[in-house]
């Protein structure tokens, strides 16, 4: 479903259990380790911060700086 951001940050919980999917650039990262991840990522409507908890074998490659991504998940 289309969301809007403003109404996102008004009424969170109208959103709860809600699938999305965001693009944009990782603007910064916030925190990196082997169990974790926390970025700051540019999109189209501001800056979204992004973590989750997962052991960096399954995540991948490590994302850098000005890296375009996609994100899928849960609100």
Do not use: C, H
């Amino acid at each position: 479903p289309n969301m809007n951001y403003e109404d996102i940050q008004r009424n969170p919980q109208n959103y709860e259990d809600t699938s999305l999917k965001l693009t944009g650039s990782i603007f910064q990262i916030i925190d990196e380790s082997a169990y974790s991840a926390s970025y700051l990522v540019s999109t189209d409507f501001g800056y979204v911060y992004a973590s989750w908890y997962d052991d960096e074998e399954i995540r991948g490659t490590r994302f850098l700086e000005g890296d375009n991504i996609v994100l899928y998940g849960d609100f």
